[in-house]
């Protein structure tokens, strides 16, 4: 009995690659290719927007592949794991034909956070956190975009409950440019098959038990057969998880 109470719980693990996954691989890819192509002819300053989720890096990988002229900008938070930090460092060794942008948060508005409500108040309350996530990545994305026409993200439906009517295309109100998720229709398992087959590099915290990663006090493990997304703020209701990126 001492044993099972001490036992940690399993956690979540990189997914197990079935052969109809590895089937459908290529279709997936080609179609993604279709995809980036009808973007890059119909817009000309496309950016990605690079969380160096594994999402992302297979976006990534197929803009390099197909040598396109995009931009990859990464939002450095200052609060990022330093797992994530060596991740990006080895993206760029990797992709030398994709440029990468580093966008920070402006120091007097994070100073002013943590002299008003305290280094960690995020906790406190949702209001909190998003004002947190406001100056840590809403207005460093404001000036990461400022001259594109078309982003390019990561998301898929089936991460989360908030991105369920998610499509391949929307329109940026906020700033009045496109805005495409060229993967809204991938699996969990169809992402790490492209990894996986391509040996592209990620993340260390996913062997770890983290299926997804932002910042550092944000994130957690997740227990096998919980959400993919309970551990990014989990501290708070399913519905409220988004830090505004996305709205």
């Given at each position: 009995?001492?044993?099972?109470?001490?036992?940690k719980?399993?956690?979540?693990?990189?997914?197990?690659?079935?052969?109809?996954?590895?089937?459908?691989?290529?279709?997936?890819?080609?179609?993604?290719?279709?995809r980036?192509?009808h973007?890059?002819?119909?817009?000309?300053?496309?950016?990605?927007?690079?969380?160096?989720?594994?999402?992302?890096t297979?976006?990534?990988?197929?803009?390099?592949?197909?040598?396109?002229?995009?931009?990859?900008?990464?939002?450095?938070?200052?609060?990022?794991?330093?797992?994530?930090?060596?991740?990006?460092?080895?993206?760029?060794t990797?992709?030398?034909?994709?440029?990468?942008?580093?966008?920070?948060?402006?120091?007097?508005?994070?100073?002013?956070?943590?002299?008003?409500?305290?280094?960690?108040?995020?906790?406190?309350?949702?209001?909190?956190?998003?004002?947190?996530?406001?100056?840590?990545?809403?207005?460093?994305?404001?000036?990461?975009?400022?001259?594109?026409?078309?982003?390019?993200?990561?998301?898929?439906?089936?991460?989360?409950?908030?991105?369920?009517?998610?499509?391949?295309?929307?329109?940026?109100?906020?700033?009045?440019?496109?805005?495409?998720n060229?993967?809204?229709?991938?699996?969990?398992?169809?992402?790490?098959?492209h990894i996986?087959?391509?040996?592209?590099?990620?993340?260390?915290?996913?062997?770890?038990?983290?299926?997804?990663?932002?910042?550092?006090?944000?994130?957690?493990?997740?227990?096998l057969?919980?959400?993919?997304?309970?551990?990014?703020?989990?501290?708070?209701?399913?519905?409220?998880?988004?830090?505004?990126?996305?709205?």
């Open positions: 009995m001492e044993n099972n109470i001490l036992r719980p399993d956690l979540w693990q990189i997914p197990q690659i079935a052969d109809e996954t590895l089937f459908r691989l290529p279709e997936k890819i080609a179609t993604l290719q279709n980036l192509k973007i890059f002819q119909h817009h000309q300053n496309v950016k990605l927007a690079n969380s160096l989720a594994v999402e992302d297979v976006i990534l990988h197929e803009l390099a592949q197909m040598g396109a002229n995009c931009v990859s900008f990464v939002l450095e938070t200052g609060k990022l794991n330093a797992e994530t930090l060596r991740l990006a460092q080895k993206l760029q990797d992709y030398p034909n994709i440029p990468f942008e580093f966008y920070y948060p402006n120091q007097k508005d994070s100073d002013d956070y943590v002299q008003n409500f305290g280094e960690f108040a995020f906790y406190e309350s949702v209001d909190l956190r998003k004002r947190c996530c406001f100056i840590r990545k809403i207005e460093p994305l404001n000036r990461a975009l400022q001259g594109a026409n078309a982003w390019l993200t990561g998301q898929r439906r089936e991460q989360s409950i908030t991105r369920q009517e998610l499509d391949f295309q929307e329109q940026d109100t906020a700033r009045n440019i496109a805005k495409f060229p993967i809204y229709d991938w699996s969990e398992t169809d992402v790490w098959a996986l087959q391509n040996n592209i590099v990620f993340n260390e915290l996913y062997a770890q038990g983290y299926p997804s990663i932002g910042c550092e006090p944000c994130s957690m493990p997740v227990k057969g919980d959400d993919i997304r309970a551990g990014r703020w989990w501290w708070e209701q399913r519905d409220s998880k988004e830090c505004g990126l996305h709205k």
